[in-house]
């Protein structure tokens, strides 16, 4: 796999349920950022992914940890169960990277209160998806509810 210079270098963290959404869709495509590595806790999963986006043994991680330990990246994605999070996050800006997560963003509002804290320590952005708000049937509402 090439690494194209430029772009934004990712880790997505989940490749499962909306992982699945996410790398079969944006992450598969984005014109911004490449996906330089795949992690997730079950391992035919991973492979799925993995095998589907061509990406080679040596960047397949159980733990985001070996992945950011292994492959130089500027973000993480984490597509994983909300109390997942905030370990992700302290992983993620511990190591001067970006954090892109899907919402909610924390399984509770202690656990929110303190990403927003270590991004704001790491001088990192931490920034949550609202995908859906693009979508046809979110624009129609927008505009027929003004």
């Known amino acids: 796999m090439s690494e194209t210079p430029g772009k934004l270098k990712l880790i997505q963290a989940g490749a499962g349920g909306m ?4 790398w079969n869709g944006v ?4 014109p911004d950022f490449e996906l ?5 806790v079950v391992e035919p999963v991973l492979h799925e992914a993995c095998d589907q986006l061509g990406l080679p043994n040596a960047r397949r991680f159980t733990s985001l940890q070996n992945a ?6 500027d973000a993480v994605l984490t597509v994983t169960p909300p109390p997942v999070h905030v370990e992700h996050a302290k992983l993620t800006f511990a190591r001067g990277l970006h954090l892109l997560t899907e919402k909610p963003i924390g399984h509770d509002l202690p656990a929110a209160k303190q990403m927003v804290e270590l ?3 790491a001088g990192k952005q931490l920034v949550v998806a609202q995908n859906y708000r693009y979508t046809a049937p979110m624009q129609r509402l927008r505009v027929q509810c003004g």
């Open 27 to 30: 992450t598969n495509r984005s």
């Open 19 to 22: 992982g699945k959404a996410w």
């Open 68 to 73: 950011i330990d292994a492959i130089p990246a």
């Open 119 to 121: 991004a704001h320590r």
């Open 36 to 40: 330089v590595a795949m992690v997730d």
